[in-house]
């Protein structure tokens, strides 16, 4: 069965870069799997950052871009602040009608 | 606004029903399709269920088949999951969400809020 793996947590210090990964315990991960990006803060439902690998919705902040970086899907954020400490979630749509998350990250910011 | 608006989460016994609604809204729903993702307590998100844009394909994660069904009321603009003998661990909160376009495939865009499920005795 496959897995899709994230960094389970990770630390950025304000004003910094940061790049989370998503990844696939057999394979590698591309466009065709329309990697997403989620975050979610406590209580709330997730939000879509990043859609299709690289898409932003409008009313996302341009800190916040995705990519394939090698064999894994990423998610970087150029100029982190204080707000953006949440939970980040990754998901494949790995084909017949299967969507996969990954673990999560949990991403502080100090 | 585009808006999702679940329903019909609470408290059931192990091995009872529940049915879960979600209203949508702002967009054209028959040119959707639509999931229903879960989230148990202290953990990360599950891919539950989804529907096709036109109802005519469903698909189910392992640990929900045959127990799950999903569907949808395009005259009421609400997609629906049946959840049967249901477990310990289908507690969880269910989000609704919406799909990709009719004719091409993607992921989750927009989110409801999110209705809890409580299967205890």
């Known amino acids: 069965q496959t897995v899709v793996t994230q960094e389970p947590s990770f630390s950025v210090s304000p004003g910094g870069t940061v790049t989370l990964t998503c990844a696939l315990t057999s394979g590698s991960v591309s466009t065709t799997y329309f990697p997403t990006w989620y975050q979610q803060t406590p209580g709330q439902p997730p939000r879509t950052l990043i859609h299709?690998?690289?898409t932003r919705p409008s009313g996302v902040p341009d800190r916040f871009s995705g990519s394939i970086l090698g064999n894994k899907a990423a998610l970087t954020i150029t100029g982190a602040q204080a707000d953006d400490e949440s939970d980040y979630y990754c998901?494949?749509?790995?084909?017949?009608?299967?969507?996969?998350f990954g673990g999560g990250t949990k991403l502080t910011v100090l | 606004e585009v808006q999702l608006l679940e329903s019909g989460g609470g408290l059931v016994q192990p091995g009872g029903s529940l049915r879960l609604s979600c209203a949508a809204s702002g967009f054209t729903f028959h040119n959707y399709g639509m999931a229903w993702v879960r989230q148990a307590p202290g953990t990360g998100l599950q891919w539950v269920s989804f529907i096709s844009a036109t109802g005519g394909s469903t698909y189910y994660a392992d640990s929900v088949k045959g127990r799950f069904t999903i569907s949808r009321d395009s005259s009421k603009n609400t997609v629906y999951l049946q959840m049967n003998s249901l477990r310990a661990e289908d507690t969880a909160v269910y989000y609704c969400?919406?799909?990709?376009?009719?004719?091409?495939?993607?992921?989750?865009?927009?989110w409801g809020q999110g209705t809890m499920v409580t299967v205890s005795s």
């Open positions: 998901v494949l749509f790995m084909g017949s009608g299967i969507w996969v």
């Open positions: 969400t919406r799909g990709p376009r009719v004719g091409s495939w993607g992921t989750f865009d927009i």
């Open positions: 299709s690998t690289n």
